[in-house]
């Protein structure tokens, strides 16, 4: 029980550090990578108040360095699946009603605790488990975690103060009740931020999380669990496993307290997901939330009157950083013939000046691609278009997995705008271009918006305005997240609510109010401080 109206600090975004050399931060990650190298450790699951050590261990090693060992992680099976969702329900009725500011305060002070004392820890962490150089992990594990938790607290603020109005006699009140039962967040390798997001949105409304990340983010997510424990985290709130999918899937949603599903990933698992939710909706207590990011096949779109030199940037940038491995990534563009030469030249110096390599070497701008069977996907995509008709391969095109899953940027460009590789999902750093004709402008964002069922991020280039109108327009629905001479990546919490429609997901907009709604059930309470005590109303009444 709380005695006031508390107001939390009001969020910024966290400030990103600029790794120059001789800089602190610099120094203190060097020596982190140095030391997290060094160790080989084991990874417990976090189950209420044990951490669980299994016969069945799982190596851990770095993209781009596969044959060195960073540690080991506890494989579970369904009896850990019941025993996390055992310790979620028990620890429901306690964390459920406690005050707001405490829950609140749990998760500022974890934000404070990565600003400061375990920032080196998560960007290694990161840099090592997931291949991202410096800034992406910087952008990532540090600054948008932080911004989730600390954004995440002011809008859940937000929501507890919107309130109903009440006539004369009565006081009409809303409460934000926890779901009835608990959350099952599903989280992808790419972000760590939202490995830490999924579970944390549902838990700071009251809600208890059993979390299963994916295995190429267990590192990294390891590290995240000890921030939110030293945080004062209550033993069962979030209990974080390691199992095969279908393990945790036939507990999870065959039990009658599965409440809600925050996810992200690939479409086709989300879509058995929902299916399999839908098949078993009759075991439910309550009709349970299912939240969602998915797939992308982004694109860029550029009108006559871009600028080449900010549209080219925009690609290397949008396509390639973290090796073309977010669900943002610019894969697809629409270039203009009078264009074209000109970007061309453009990409091709800067891809030229890119250097590829470990992240632990802060002067390579890209990295491995996250394991052995991406690495293989990938490759396979490059080597059909390699040998298609119609195909011009403008840079790139080359891999090796002898050390670590390196791809080089690659770009191709298509005469056939239905290509496949402009249509499906690559997720790495492949990047296709179609050209056209200027005047086919109006053409072209009718092809973009119908070339591909996702519909996440996509961007326009131009200078005139009637052009981006009619863009923004014309692609009302084709993205989620829509940029304006920008790079259709790098959405920021606060400023940028991420979320698309259509096969990329269900746009709850993680990073804003809208997501936190989806974790709480609303009660409406009327008072009525002197009831009536006749049943008869003044209409009865003869003349």
Same mark, same amino acid.
């Given at each position: 029980?709380?005695?006031?109206?508390?107001?939390?600090?009001t969020?910024?975004n966290e400030p990103?550090?600029?790794?120059?050399?001789?800089?602190p931060e610099k120094?203190?990650?060097?020596?982190? /990578?140095?030391?997290?190298?060094?160790?080989?450790? +084991?990874?417990?699951?976090?189950?209420?108040?044990?951490r669980?050590?299994t016969?069945?261990?799982?190596?851990?090693?770095?993209?781009?360095?596969?044959?060195?060992?960073?540690?080991y992680?506890?494989?579970?099976?369904?009896?850990?699946?019941e025993?996390?969702?055992?310790?979620?329900?028990?620890?429901k009725?306690?964390?459920?009603n406690l005050?707001?500011?405490?829950?609140?305060?749990?998760?500022?002070?974890?934000? +404070?605790?990565?600003?400061?004392?375990y920032?080196?820890?998560?960007n290694?962490?990161?840099? /090592?488990?997931?291949?991202?150089n410096?800034?992406?992990?910087?952008?990532?594990?540090a600054?948008?975690?932080?911004?989730f938790?600390r954004?995440?607290?002011?809008?859940?603020?937000?929501i @507890?103060s919107?309130?109903?109005?009440?006539?004369s006699?009565?006081? $009409?009140?809303?409460?934000?009740r926890?779901?009835?039962?608990?959350?099952?967040?599903?989280?992808? *390798?790419?972000?760590?931020?939202?490995?830490? $997001?999924l579970?944390?949105?549902?838990a700071?409304?009251?809600?208890?999380?059993v979390? #299963?990340?994916a295995?190429?983010q267990?590192?990294?997510?390891?590290?995240?669990m000890?921030?939110?424990?030293?945080?004062?985290l209550?033993?069962g709130?979030?209990?974080?496993?390691?199992?095969?999918?279908?393990d945790?899937?036939d507990?999870?949603f065959?039990?009658?307290?599965?409440?809600?599903?925050?996810f992200?990933?690939?479409?086709?698992? *989300?879509?058995? =997901?929902? #299916?399999?939710?839908?098949?078993?909706?009759?075991?439910?207590?309550?009709?349970?939330?299912?939240?969602g990011?998915t797939g992308?096949?982004?694109?860029v779109?550029a009108?006559k009157?871009?600028?080449?030199?900010a549209?080219?940037?925009?690609?290397?940038?949008?396509? *390639?950083?973290?090796?073309g491995? &977010?669900?943002?990534?610019?894969?697809?563009?629409?270039?203009?013939?009078n264009?074209?030469e000109e970007? &061309?030249?453009?990409?091709?110096?800067?891809l030229?000046s890119? &250097?590829?390599?470990?992240?632990? +070497?802060?002067s390579?701008?890209?990295?491995a691609v996250?394991?052995?069977?991406?690495?293989?996907?990938?490759?396979?995509?490059?080597?059909?278009?390699? #040998?298609a008709?119609?195909?011009? =391969?403008?840079?790139g095109?080359? @891999?090796d997995?002898?050390?670590?899953?390196?791809?080089?940027?690659?770009?191709f460009?298509?005469?056939?705008?239905?290509f496949?590789?402009?249509?499906?999902?690559?997720?790495?750093?492949?990047l296709?271009i179609y050209?056209y004709q200027?005047?086919?402008?109006?053409?072209?964002l009718?092809?973009?918006d119908?070339t591909?069922?996702?519909a996440?991020?996509?961007?326009?280039?131009?200078?005139?305005?009637?052009?981006?109108?009619?863009?923004s327009?014309?692609?009302?629905?084709?993205a989620?997240n829509?940029?304006?001479n920008?790079?259709?990546?790098?959405?920021?919490?606060?400023?940028?609510?991420? !979320? !698309?429609?259509?096969?990329?997901?269900?746009?709850?907009?993680?990073?804003?109010? @809208?997501n936190l709604?989806?974790?709480?059930?609303?009660r409406?309470?009327?008072e009525?401080?002197?009831?009536?005590?006749?049943?008869?109303?003044?209409? =009865?009444?003869?003349?």
């Amino acid at each position: 029980m709380n005695f006031g109206n508390f107001k939390v600090p009001t969020p910024i975004n966290e400030p990103v550090k600029s790794y120059a050399p001789n800089s602190p931060e610099k120094k203190e990650l060097k020596a982190m /990578l140095a030391k997290m190298k060094s160790e080989v450790v +084991d990874i417990p699951m976090y189950i209420g108040s044990e951490r669980v050590y299994t016969e069945q261990k799982v190596r851990i090693s770095p993209p781009h360095e596969h044959q060195h060992t960073l540690g080991y992680f506890n494989m579970g099976d369904s009896l850990h699946v019941e025993q996390a969702v055992r310790a979620s329900l028990g620890a429901k009725y306690a964390w459920a009603n406690l005050s707001w500011e405490h829950r609140a305060s749990i998760f500022l002070k974890a934000a +404070d605790l990565i600003a400061t004392k375990y920032r080196a820890k998560m960007n290694a962490a990161t840099m /090592l488990g997931q291949s991202k150089n410096v800034y992406q992990a910087e952008i990532d594990s540090a600054c948008e975690i932080i911004d989730f938790l600390r954004f995440n607290v002011y809008f859940m603020t937000e929501i @507890y103060s919107q309130q109903v109005i009440s006539s004369s006699g009565i006081w $009409n009140r809303i409460e934000q009740r926890p779901l009835e039962g608990f959350v099952f967040a599903i989280t992808p *390798f790419n972000f760590t931020a939202i490995g830490g $997001n999924l579970p944390t949105a549902p838990a700071l409304m009251g809600n208890t999380v059993v979390w #299963k990340p994916a295995f190429t983010q267990i590192y990294s997510a390891q590290v995240f669990m000890e921030v939110l424990i030293e945080a004062g985290l209550p033993d069962g709130v979030i209990n974080l496993i390691y199992t095969e999918g279908p393990d945790a899937g036939d507990v999870i949603f065959n039990h009658p307290d599965f409440a809600g599903l925050h996810f992200t990933g690939s479409t086709g698992v *989300f879509q058995h =997901l929902w #299916k399999t939710i839908g098949n078993n909706i009759h075991k439910y207590k309550s009709y349970p939330r299912i939240v969602g990011e998915t797939g992308g096949k982004d694109f860029v779109i550029a009108h006559k009157s871009a600028d080449a030199k900010a549209l080219a940037t925009a690609l290397v940038r949008g396509a *390639f950083e973290y090796q073309g491995q &977010k669900c943002s990534a610019a894969s697809r563009a629409y270039i203009p013939a009078n264009l074209w030469e000109e970007v &061309k030249n453009y990409l091709v110096e800067d891809l030229k000046s890119i &250097k590829m390599g470990s992240p632990e +070497d802060f002067s390579n701008f890209v990295n491995a691609v996250i394991d052995e069977r991406a690495f293989d996907k990938i490759t396979k995509y490059i080597d059909e278009a390699k #040998k298609a008709r119609g195909v011009e =391969l403008i840079a790139g095109g080359n @891999y090796d997995k002898s050390v670590g899953y390196f791809i080089e940027p690659t770009v191709f460009r298509v005469d056939d705008n239905q290509f496949v590789t402009m249509c499906e999902e690559i997720f790495g750093p492949v990047l296709t271009i179609y050209v056209y004709q200027p005047e086919l402008f109006e053409e072209v964002l009718e092809m973009a918006d119908m070339t591909s069922p996702y519909a996440l991020t996509g961007s326009i280039f131009a200078q005139d305005r009637y052009a981006i109108e009619l863009a923004s327009k014309k692609l009302l629905h084709s993205a989620g997240n829509f940029y304006i001479n920008d790079k259709p990546t790098g959405a920021v919490v606060g400023q940028q609510p991420f !979320g !698309g429609g259509r096969a990329s997901g269900t746009n709850d907009k993680a990073g804003a109010m @809208y997501n936190l709604l989806r974790w709480v059930s609303t009660r409406t309470i009327k008072e009525t401080f002197v009831p009536p005590t006749d049943y008869r109303y003044p209409f =009865l009444g003869e003349e």
